[in-house]
């Protein structure tokens, strides 16, 4: 994924988290996602600096 597509996946899964009645196992697997999207994002961004 390039940066643009992190951002938007990062943008994506931070408003599926703000969903008021979530299953207690999708926001986990949604946090997690999110985790490992950004820590992707980091890189990418460090590598490009």
Known sequence: MNIDE???K???LCI???TSN???RIRTML???L???C???YK???GRS
């Open 31 to 33: 946090e997690d996602e």
């Open 39 to 41: 820590i992707n994002y």
């Open 22 to 24: 979530l299953d207690p």
């Open 16 to 18: 599926a988290l703000n």
């Open 44 to 46: 990418l961004r460090r």
């Open 10 to 12: 990062i943008e994506e």
């Open 35 to 37: 985790e490992q999207t």
């Open 6 to 8: 992190l951002r938007l």
